[in-house]
T-cell receptor, first 114, second 112 residues
């Protein structure tokens, strides 16, 4: 009965480093979302997958951000050449999709860029 | 642009009293609204939702009210408990299975 899991829970990177954040959605969930949550703010949408297809990436802030879900299950959010403004909590959510839209969130990965 | 905002950043309530958290939204095309609770170090947790064709929905100790005329959403928590301490976000979705647009959040403090 596991929920959405994310790893690592905390990541410290030096400016300019590349990072990869992993999301394991709830088994059988078709839809997967990534959100970015800055300190003291609400989460902001980054990108959305339906199975392996990335249907919406309008929220990705720059071309340094890349997300994939090659087999329609686990997803990875990659940030290249990290900058200090990338410091935030990155949340992953999954849902059954279609009319059942309740999104279940993981605990997030807190990224700190020094 | 489209946004969902909250009136108060912090709300302090006596334990046992009722809490009312308010939210204003701007996108009249949204057809689905959700309240989330987020505790420190955790992801947002679904509390209750409401479709745009409804004006009230009740759950266990929680009630959501939707006033489409003034684009206002509220969350009422009955008999507030210490475990209700968290940040509460209202959120909207324009279409089913679409991205969630979150407001800034209200931090609820429970006074002993």
């Amino acid at each position: 009965g596991a929920g959405v899991s994310q790893s690592p829970r905390y990541k410290v990177a030096k400016r300019g480093q590349d990072v990869a954040l992993r999301c394991d959605p709830i088994s059988g969930h078709v839809s997967l979302f990534w959100y970015q949550q800055a300190l003291g703010q609400g989460p902001e949408f980054l990108t959305y997958f339906q199975n392996e297809a990335q249907l919406d990436k309008s929220g990705l802030p720059s071309d340094r951000f890349f997300a994939e879900r090659p087999e329609g299950s686990v997803s990875t959010l990659k940030i290249q050449r990290t900058q200090q403004e990338d410091s935030a909590v990155y949340l992953c959510a999954s849902s059954l999709g279609g009319e059942r839209n309740e999104q279940f969130f993981g605990p997030g990965t807190r990224l700190t860029v020094l | 642009g489209e946004s969902v905002g909250l009136h108060l950043p912090t709300l302090s309530v006596q334990e046992g009293d009722n809490s009312i958290i308010n939210c204003a939204y701007s996108n009249s095309a949204s057809d689905y609204f959700i309240w989330y609770k987020q505790e420190s170090g955790k992801g947002p947790q679904f509390i209750i939702d409401i479709r745009s064709n409804m004006d009230k929905r009740q759950g266990q100790r929680v009630t959501v009210l939707l006033n489409k005329t003034v684009k206002h959403l509220s969350l009422q928590i009955a008999a507030t408990q210490p475990g209700d301490s968290a940040v509460y976000f209202c959120a909207e979705i324009a279409n089913r299975d679409d991205k969630i647009i979150f407001g800034k959040g209200t931090r609820l403090h429970i006074l002993p």
